[in-house]
């Protein structure tokens, strides 16, 4: 662990105003955590706001209240005592607006990344936390902030989002205790779950579909993988934020121990790759060889102005080599 909960209390304390934003592309942890943390230092008598959440998958609209993040690019112009980056474990993976502010303002630095490159004049990183919904309760309390009823549905959106509505691996004693105490707090799981998994558009369905019909599983190697274009992206209308963890699918298949995801990300001349593994292979070690990043068991990368049909031969041929040790023979 690099830094502390303490470390962060002790340059926070005194300061007043506040900017918050997370990694591009938000997902659940990434969302709930920050906007837990703004709620709770509002309701505590600081000042806070919420830059660069777009775009958001639609399932997660439940929780924002209207104006509840500003994404103008004119924010520049804000003056704030320090800017807290939450969940993004490098600070080349922040939003646009997010990306202008970084030389502004003082960054304070909290994620679970092992990976995290220690961008902030502040880092606390800690790696065995099972998401940054989890250090964000944990530093509240430890600071003696109260948690109002409204960021209580947001921690449990952060910490169930990562930890697989607690059943991976980084689920323990730990966790669920602050999920107790979240339940106490107001938390409704059967809500959460209700906008979150059970309210997909039918083009998001049809996405999942089309990803399972891209489904490959390796002949050589327990690997499985599914590819997506720019061209299937908008024929569905629909975007990264769009897709429901389909990479969960191809590591679900009997015998798969390592599962890829790779789509062309529209507009950004970008292909964003996704590792999924079980032990012993580690979808961080694998990324980091990309100048990627995440946890042993998620993690992810990105190769720039290619294609998916000339990024992923690169993929799956480094999964070869340094989880198999073998090499591919044509």
């Not at 969960?248 to 996704?274: F, M, T």
């Amino acid at each position: 662990m690099t830094g502390s909960s303490g470390e962060v209390i002790s340059y926070l304390r005194d300061k007043r105003k506040f900017i918050i934003t997370s990694h591009e592309k938000p997902d659940g942890d990434a969302l709930g955590s920050s906007l837990a943390l703004k709620r709770i230092l509002i309701a505590n008598g600081y000042e806070a706001v919420l830059v660069d959440f777009s775009p958001l998958a639609p399932r997660y609209h439940f929780m924002i209240e209207e104006g509840e993040i500003n994404d103008c690019p004119t924010y520049d112009t804000l003056g704030a005592d320090a800017f807290i980056v939450v969940d993004c474990g490098d600070n080349t993976r922040v939003g646009r607006t997010a990306a202008k502010l970084l030389d502004k303002f003082p960054v304070v630095n909290i994620d679970h990344h092992g990976s995290n490159s220690g961008f902030g004049e502040v880092d606390w990183i800690n790696p065995d936390a099972s998401s940054a919904g989890e250090m964000v309760y944990e530093l509240c309390r430890e600071w003696g902030l109260d948690i109002p009823p409204s960021a209580a549905e947001p921690l449990w959106v952060a910490i169930s989002t990562d930890t697989g509505d607690f059943s991976f691996s980084n689920t323990n004693s730990r966790v669920m205790r602050i999920a107790a105490d979240l339940l106490d707090l107001g938390a409704q799981p059967s809500h959460v779950r209700r906008n979150i998994q059970e309210n997909m558009r039918y083009e998001e369905l049809m996405m999942t579909k089309l990803c399972l019909d891209r489904l490959v599983v390796c002949d050589d190697m327990p690997v499985a993988y599914i590819t997506l274009t720019e061209a299937d992206f908008k024929q569905y209308n629909c975007g990264p934020q769009d897709l429901h963890e389909p990479i969960d699918l191809a590591r679900s298949i009997k015998g798969v121990c390592v599962a890829v995801l790779a789509y062309e990300n529209p507009g950004e001349n970008r292909v964003k790759v996704s590792l999924r593994s079980y032990p012993p292979y580690d979808s961080s070690d694998l990324c980091t060889q990309f100048g990627g990043g995440g946890h042993p068991r998620a993690a992810g990368c990105s190769f720039y102005d290619t294609t998916v049909s000339a990024a992923l031969p690169q993929v799956l041929e480094k999964i070869r080599l340094l989880f198999f040790n073998t090499e591919h023979i044509a």
